[in-house]
């Protein structure tokens, strides 16, 4: 079947049809083009042209004519519209100009950087000419360093490479730094909250070790589709920038399809498992040789629809699973076998969501709306390459978001894309990077970076006898290696590793997993899922990071219980209300995870419980917190009151990503009856990332919103007493939860109104 | 948080008032317990001390005049296991021993020498001098002379310089805008003395001094501990604090002269003491260079003192080679013979044998006999690896060439 032969077999299905809540049939677009620039060299335009490339898109003319007049330029490009030359055409035209002229590309991954690398070899192949392209990562071999530290021409690698492999030796870079005339930063948009932030300041460290060289790089950066591509990237590169949002690239027709699960269970308002339809619809195209990607929200179901799939497949359908953890060569051979075809269909994480190029697919089915407007687009783009029919389904959760999206599809068609907030000058951050640039080179009195205040910064250094201040400069004066703690990532630098040992005498690493995962994923007898295989954890070394697993074969996974302590370090900013108090600040969170569920495949019941003995895991990050003033505290009793704080949270978590515009994982909750801090009931809403990424600061200033609309929501649920999507379920909150949140949320927003 | 508190406060304070900060003229304490002048260059000054020893001083096993005996060109690219194309014209003059005290053991360009140490010879005395720093702004200057002193000179002897010294004094000199320009030759001594002792626990200065050079320091400071005295020095401005550090690179120096004369005498044979364990390395090392007699010289050699039974069968099994090599096969049977009476090495002498008599004596009756006893003692022992089998196979295969030969016969 074809997807237009597809798309009418659906809409002759009933069942089908019954539960769509949207169908949006989005024209394709013609492409527009312009000439080859007349400067460009004559080399390159002939291997353009032997490729079949007579004329370039018009966005890609306008970015090459922009670099080549020195311009730092941004490139808002959906997928698939041919980015890779905006940038390449200026940077190779510039290298045969200039056998000196030098380039450094950054990557968010490895493996975007592997998948650029080949594709320029490809080009400078056919161009018979020695320009000299390496990827300089954690991959690379000790042995050829040294050859791509000096004859480079154009090197590839990631930000957390830069971050504390290259410029804290930059002496060994001189013929890069001296000579560097393009910086390139791709996929710029997922250089958003904590991570963007390092980053920001990784940057300002590279223009420093530049300034020294005495060279002065042009920034060119792409970016997926958000609301705020220019004030991004030019936060994160300090400097102004140009903007090149108008695509010429043709676009396909694609049918964009909003499906909701029946309800099945009324009194609690729950659907039929969205995981479970996903894979039947993703069964149905891969049945009919559709080739199609289906995304989930996690690593675990990403393994569970896996495993699903690879029950109810045909015997030539070829199936794989793809997310973070996978080992590198497993990837690669993933993605190569998505380009040549032998692979009909893949299961990923958001880790397929970047430009890792996969070839060419029909159709896409979102498991669950991955969170954000920015991240639906690009997961739906992955199908339909060129002017190729496409489709796209999104399955709804029965979360709060999901349910709101698919009720509003208007809200998700014609709402701009979400922005993406960076705050480079978070103290903690900034310090961090100050060590980093002191240990590169020493400051010099007056310098700047980043903030006004950096002297101030640089005192206090200088006063924990980190820095040292002699003659006009601020040099490093501590025996320690600083980037070497410092982590671009929340502590990826403390990954486990996974290793099987089914085989006696024989061990392998099969994956990894970050530090806050640990407690939940692969405790002791947890079961581990990779590749739609089960293991158990038959061991967890904690001290040597290492979990020993073996194959099993049972029908059950197990999912852990995290208790959550969380402490009031600072107070930022304060509002008293009539009946609450609100607050943002700064808290330290610490989880404990203290046991662990099993649950049955396909009925999801508990089959068996077990403990978990491991240490608390900790993290600072920022919260908002909102305290009861005492009428509650009379009014209801203690295990009333506490029901329905639990309720309220629970439905917060679920209403304020749709106004904070970001993911749903991005934001946690806890309650205490009685905070130490405040000495009162109170709400917390933390971040889930170290150091905080904006998020509670602006739930602070538009709480008033957030809680009428959760109020709205509510009022409107459709479940008897409490449901996942508003409150939580009745088990957790108790039969009188929905009641007493309504009555606090309408007691709280009363004399607020003009609030 | 501390850090907010810290910048709150700043902001209240003044910020005027910066020349508290700056330390106006330092007052040195105890700047008489070594001896040292300040020099000063066109990029300021810093500290320099220079000791004076006479050739005849004796550190360790030997006294340093005792280098320049037979020393040419080819016995340092013995030592050094390189090839130069040049005739070095007056070594002694130019040679130039090297040592660095620095501020971190992890390199990167935070990382800083700040202490220098060199030894060359000026007419009858073997001169060390130390450049040190005694604060950051001295840096300049004192990398100023360092690098004429490095220019000066052809060879550049070293303990680890090749990884750690001169990488870091080059991202020093770049860091102040200057360039390095390299050597004809940089003698790495650890790379020469490792060819050698490769078999000790740890091939360190410290612990060839001990089991090899026959010196023994006393009160020594650990290195680890040196980049804290140095920050600890900078604060306090007590010469006092540096004085071991400065005693612990000055016995380094002298350790690297004597150490370079071990290895010259060694490479030499001008050593008759030596353990059957460097005699070994030594007959590996004439291997690799492809001095045959040499290399069966100092095997024969390791098996004749030989106490310890690993070593003497090594030994042993590279000398059957050797004899193999230049014909001399009656004693390459006396040797397989041996281990196979003692029971060493496997199914080694097997093979050996069973090759000699089918391809040299054409005897496959015997070769046959052996490679069965291989076959034998093979199974007996037999693990469950792919080396197994693949053993296994070979020798069923020599078998089974061998039984057609007797059977054309």
């Avoid at chain 1, 370090?569 to 304060?574: C, E, G, S």
């Avoid at chain 2, 390095?180 to 060819?195: F, N, T």
């Avoid at chain 2, 010289?297 to 050797?322: D, F, P, R, T």
Wanted: hydrophobic residues 35%.
């Amino acid at each position: 079947m074809n997807i237009e032969q597809m798309k009418s077999y659906l809409k002759n299905k009933p069942d089908f049809m019954s539960r769509i809540m949207a169908w949006e049939e989005l024209e394709g677009r013609e492409g527009k083009y312009a000439e080859l620039p007349s400067d460009l060299n004559s080399k390159i335009k002939n291997v353009l042209k032997e490729n079949g490339i007579e004329k370039l898109y018009s966005h890609q003319k306008i970015a090459y004519e922009k670099i080549k007049d020195d311009k730092n330029t941004v490139i808002v490009t959906p997928t698939a519209s041919g980015k890779t030359l905006c940038y390449n055409l200026p940077v190779l035209d510039s290298i045969l100009e200039d056998d000196n002229n030098r380039a450094l590309y950054l990557f968010p991954t490895k493996a975007l950087s592997q998948d650029q690398l080949s594709g320029l070899y490809d080009l400078i192949t056919s161009l018979k000419e020695d320009i000299k392209t390496y990827t300089y990562d954690g991959d690379t071999q000790v042995s050829a360093r040294k050859s791509i530290r000096q004859s480079g021409h154009i090197v590839i690698t990631n930000p957390d490479m830069l971050h504390v492999g290259i410029l804290p030796h930059h002496t060994k870079w001189i013929k890069l730094f001296e000579n560097l005339k393009y910086v390139v930063i791709d996929e710029v948009h997922s250089y958003r909250g904590v991570f963007g932030s390092h980053v920001a300041n990784v940057i300002r460290r590279l223009k420093r070790i530049c300034n020294f060289y005495g060279s002065d790089p042009i920034f060119i950066c792409a970016s997926a589709t958000i609301e705020n591509p220019g004030e991004l990237s030019s936060k994160l590169i300090g400097d102004e920038i140009e903007l090149i949002d108008d695509n010429g690239a043709p676009r396909g027709p694609r049918d964009f399809i909003f499906y909701n699960p029946p309800v099945v269970n009324k009194e609690l308002g729950i659907r039929r498992s969205y995981v479970l339809e996903s894979k039947k619809i993703a069964s149905m195209f891969l049945k009919n040789k559709i080739k199609t990607i289906i995304f989930t929200r996690s690593r675990l179901r990403t393994e569970i629809i896996l495993s699903y799939l690879r029950d109810d497949k045909p015997n030539e359908v070829n199936i794989r699973g793809y997310r973070g953890g996978y080992l590198p060569n497993e990837r690669r051979y993933i993605e190569k076998g998505l380009r040549d075809g032998d692979i009909h269909g893949v299961v990923s994480t958001n880790a397929l969501e970047l430009g890792v190029d996969i070839g060419q697919l029909d159709a896409s089915i979102l498991a669950g709306y991955p969170g954000t407007i920015a991240s639906s687009w690009q997961q739906a783009g992955r199908a339909g390459r060129g002017q190729k029919r496409s489709i796209s389904i999104m399955v709804a959760s029965s979360s709060a978001l999901d349910q709101y999206i698919v009720n509003n599809p208007d809200y998700f068609f014609n709402q701009p894309a979400e922005s993406a907030l960076i705050n480079p000058n978070n103290l903690m951050i900034l310090l961090s990077h100050i060590k980093c640039a002191a240990f590169e080179l020493p400051f010099q009195d007056g310098e700047q970076f980043g903030v006004e205040t950096t002297e101030e910064i640089l005192r206090y250094l200088e006063e924990n006898n980190v820095l040292r201040y002699k003659s006009g400069k601020w040099y490093w004066s501590a025996e320690r290696y600083p980037a070497e703690d410092i982590s671009l990532r929340s502590a990826s630098s403390d990954d486990f590793v996974v290793i099987d040992k089914t085989k006696t005498g024989s061990s392998k690493v099969i994956g990894r997993v970050d530090y806050f995962s640990v407690p939940t994923t692969i405790h002791n007898d947890a079961i581990y899922i990779h590749e739609g295989k089960q293991y158990q954890v038959k061991e967890l070394d904690y001290d040597g990071k290492k979990a020993y697993v073996k194959e099993v074969d049972v029908n059950f996974y197990t999912d852990a219980n995290l208790a959550v302590d969380l402490r009031v370090l600072d107070q930022f900013n304060k509002k008293e209300l009539s009946k609450r108090s609100s607050e943002y600040g700064e808290v330290v969170v610490s989880a404990q995870a203290t046991m662990y569920k099993k649950v049955k495949f396909n009925t999801h019941e508990n089959v068996g419980y077990g403990d978990i003995n491991l240490p608390e895991v900790e993290m600072h990050t920022t919260a908002w917190w909102m305290s009861l003033n005492q009428k509650f505290e009379n009014e209801l009793n203690k295990k009333t009151l506490e029901y329905a704080l639990l309720g309220l949270s629970n439905l917060l978590v679920n209403i304020a990503p749709i106004y904070l515009m970001c993911d749903p994982g991005d934001i946690n909750s806890t309650v205490q009856i009685k905070s130490p801090y405040t000495s009162r009931p109170t709400i917390f809403i933390y971040d889930s990332y170290p150091g905080g990424i904006g998020l509670s600061e602006k739930l602070y200033r538009i709480d008033y919103k957030v809680l009428k609309s959760a109020y709205n929501y509510l009022i409107k649920c459709p479940c008897e007493s409490g449901c996942p999507a508003c409150v939580g379920p009745v088990n957790e909150v108790g039969l009188n939860g929905k009641e007493k949140t309504l009555f606090l949320l309408k007691e709280v927003l009363k004399g607020e109104s003009k609030g | 948080m501390n850090l907010r508190d810290k910048l709150k406060q700043f902001e209240k304070n003044d910020t005027s008032n910066k020349q508290k900060i700056e330390k106006n003229e330092v007052k040195y304490k105890n700047v008489n317990i070594f001896n040292s002048n300040e020099v000063s260059n066109n990029q300021g000054v810093y500290l320099k001390t220079s000791k004076n020893y006479p050739l005849e001083h004796k550190h360790g096993l030997y006294k340093i005049n005792k280098l320049f005996n037979e020393i040419n060109t080819d016995i340092i690219q013995v030592i050094a296991n390189t090839v130069v194309d040049y005739e070095f014209k007056n070594i002694k003059d130019n040679l130039l021993f090297i040592d660095t005290e620095t501020t971190g053991l992890m390199g990167g360009t935070g990382t800083i020498a700040f202490l220098i140490g060199v030894g060359y010879f000026n007419e009858n005395v073997l001169t060390i001098e130390q450049h040190i720093m005694r604060d950051y702004d001295e840096e300049a200057a004192m990398l100023k002379k360092v690098k004429e002193l490095l220019d000066q000179k052809d060879i550049l002897v070293s303990f680890n310089g090749k990884s750690f010294d001169l990488p870091l004094i080059k991202t020093r000199l770049i860091l102040n805008r200057l360039r390095y320009s390299k050597h004809r030759l940089h003698l790495d001594l650890l790379h020469s003395a490792r060819r050698i002792w490769s078999f000790l626990d740890s091939c360190s200065l410290g612990s060839l001094e001990t089991q090899v050079l026959d010196f023994e320091r006393n009160d020594d400071i650990p290195g680890s501990m040196i980049p804290g005295i140095y920050f600890d020095f900078i604060e306090k401005n007590d010469y006092k604090l540096l004085a071991p550090v400065i005693e612990h690179n000055l016995y380094d120096i002298l350790s690297l002269v004597t150490l370079f004369t071990h290895l010259k005498e060694i490479h030499l044979n001008n050593i008759d003491d030596l353990s059957s364990q460097e005699l070994y390395q030594l007959g590996r090392l004439r291997e690799k260079e492809k001095d045959y007699k040499g290399c069966i010289k100092h095997l024969e050699e390791s098996v004749k003192i030989s106490q310890k039974n690993n070593i003497k069968y090594k030994a042993l099994k590279k000398l059957s080679w050797q004899y193999k090599r230049i014909n001399r096969y009656e004693k390459a049977l006396e040797i397989w013979d041996l281990l196979i009476e003692k029971k060493k090495l496997g199914i080694f002498p097997y093979i050996e044998k069973a090759k000699y008599f089918e391809h040299n004596l054409k005897k496959y009756e015997i070769a046959l006999t052996n490679t069965e006893r291989a076959i034998k003692l093979l199974n007996e022992n037999r693990s469950i690896t792919q080396k197994y089998q693949e053993k296994i196979s070979k020798l069923k295969h020599r078998k089974n060439r061998l039984l057609k030969k007797i059977n054309k016969e």
